[in-house]
């Protein structure tokens, strides 16, 4: 199993240019989660998914758009990028949302 | 302000001493509470406590919840510099799907 995969790893954006992170997880985990963290902050939840079809906010939606159209993927989709959406994000994956399995990352920064 | 707070922020000790990282959370409808290591990349999983009084342990490391006083500590006995870490701590509220972590302790573990 590859676990939870992430790409880009690293990723450098003009403000205003959208994008899309890919997250994928081979383990059939119905539960799927996007973080962001910021130097001090610890993660914060951006969206959610418990399942295919099914998608929710979290504490910090807004900017960001998702889809959950197979168990497998959950991409994050940057809208028209901004210089404080400059993080470190984070996909995880899980049978239940407290045991949640973390991807490698994506770095992003946005000029 | 914060739901979850960690304490404290960062926190240096050398090779063998033991430490212990405080989590404290606002009461309501608590559903679990779980630590985190992250290292250079992605966080890992660590200890879930659901029940107040029950210590979970693992090789040095141990974990116990007071539901009563609202915290949790962590304890690594013996360290090794390779603990050093960012050691996050997340609730999760009874009926939601979400985790909300604290803001990590940086713990540097020198020679």
């Known amino acids: 199993n590859a676990g939870v995969t992430q790409t880009p790893k690293f990723q450098v954006l003009k403000t205003g240019q959208s994008m899309t992170l890919q997250c994928a997880q081979d383990?059939?985990?119905?539960?799927m989660s996007w973080y962001r963290q910021d130097p001090g902050m610890g993660l914060r939840l951006i969206h959610y998914?418990?399942?295919?079809?099914?998608?929710d906010q979290g504490e910090v939606p807004n900017g960001y758009n998702v889809s959950r159209s197979t168990t497998e993927d959950f991409p994050l989709r940057l809208l028209s990028a901004a210089p404080s959406q400059t993080s470190v994000y984070f996909c995880?994956?899980?049978?239940?949302?407290?045991?949640?399995?973390f991807g490698p990352g994506t770095r992003l920064t946005v000029l | 302000e914060d739901k979850v707070v960690q304490s404290p922020l960062s926190l240096v000790v050398h090779e063998g001493d033991t430490v212990t990282l405080n989590c404290s959370y606002e009461v309501t409808n608590f559903r679990s509470l779980l630590w985190y290591k992250q290292e250079k990349k992605a966080p890992t999983f660590l200890f879930m406590l659901?029940?107040?009084?029950i210590e979970k342990k693992s090789g040095r490391l141990s974990s116990i919840l007071d539901k009563k006083e609202l915290f949790s500590i962590l304890n690594i006995t013996a360290t090794q510099t390779g603990d050093s870490a960012i050691y996050l701590c997340?609730?999760?509220?009874?009926?939601?799907?979400?985790?909300?972590f604290g803001k990590g302790t940086k713990l540097s573990v020198i020679p």
């Open positions: 995880a994956s899980s049978l239940n949302p407290d045991t949640q399995y």
């Open positions: 383990m059939n985990h119905e539960y």
């Open positions: 998914s418990v399942g295919a079809g099914i998608t």
């Open positions: 659901t029940s107040s009084g």
């Open positions: 997340a609730v999760r509220w009874a009926g939601s799907y979400q985790l909300t």
